[in-house]
């Protein structure tokens, strides 16, 4: 069935170290990717998205790096601080074929942050 | 703070009720997005309006509808509900009505009871 897919539930990683979280997406005809966080008791948080025609793409802190080949997204989040803490998530969206903004989302990451 | 409201914050009801849930967008976006967050699902799609109009569904149940009105707020009708419903129910919207990021709103955590 449809489905993203996480590698990883749970990630611990010290402070100030880089951090990196896995999802596979199962569908190649999906052409547009979103990284989301979620805190606790709060809605999703946009962090960067990436289009099918780039590989790699950086925000403040964050980088977004696509595999189409393997049908790989990753999110590496630099200098993790406290305030990172969170689920991650990582959303699909064929919207070349369907022209519509349906995300489907994977079951998501929790990242601990170790001060 | 996303730009998106949803109100109520928190909604307790019966087995068999019915009830709104509202959003309003951010100012400028023409899409809405309904989607669900249960501990066992995940977060699910349900159903999307571009300007007034129906332009996608997902999983949602026949005992669900919503709409987007002329201002761009839109409601999302439960009824007949189940205790299976009880979920955060998230509100998103966009600018436009593929592929763009989509800003979510806080949620509204329902508890049937």
């Known amino acids: 069935g449809e489905s993203v897919g996480l590698h990883l539930p749970t990630l611990s990683v010290q402070e100030g170290d880089n951090s990196i979280i896995n999802c596979a997406y199962s569908n190649s005809a999906s052409d547009y990717f979103i990284w989301y966080k979620q805190e606790s008791g709060k809605g999703p948080q946009f962090i960067i998205d990436?289009?099918?025609?780039?590989d790699k793409r950086q925000g403040q802190r964050v980088t977004v790096l696509l595999n189409k080949t393997v049908k790989h997204l990753s999110l590496q989040i630099a200098a993790t601080q406290p305030g990172d803490s969170a689920v991650y998530f990582c959303?699909?969206?064929?919207?070349?074929?369907?022209?519509?903004?349906?995300?489907?989302f994977g079951q998501g990451t929790t990242l601990q942050v170790k001060p | 703070d996303s730009g998106v409201t949803q109100t109520p914050k928190h909604l307790i009801t019966a087995t068999g009720q019915r009830v709104t849930l509202r959003c309003s967008p951010r100012?400028?976006?023409?899409?809405v997005y309904w989607y669900q967050q249960s501990l066992d699902q995940g977060l699910q799609f349900l159903i999307q309006?571009?300007?007034?109009?129906?332009?996608a569904k997902g999983n949602i149940l026949e005992r669900f509808s919503a709409q987007q009105f002329p201002d761009l707020h839109s409601e999302l009708n439960l009824s007949s509900l189940e205790l299976g419903d009880s979920a955060l129910y998230f509100c998103?919207?966009?600018f436009g009505d593929g592929a763009y990021e989509q800003y979510f709103g806080p949620g509204t955590r329902l508890t049937v009871t």
């Open positions: 990436i289009r099918s025609n780039m």
């Open positions: 959303a699909e969206n064929m919207a070349g074929s369907s022209n519509t903004g349906k995300l489907i």
């Open positions: 100012s400028g976006d023409l899409s």
């Open positions: 998103a919207s966009s």
């Open positions: 309006y571009y300007n007034g109009e129906e332009r």
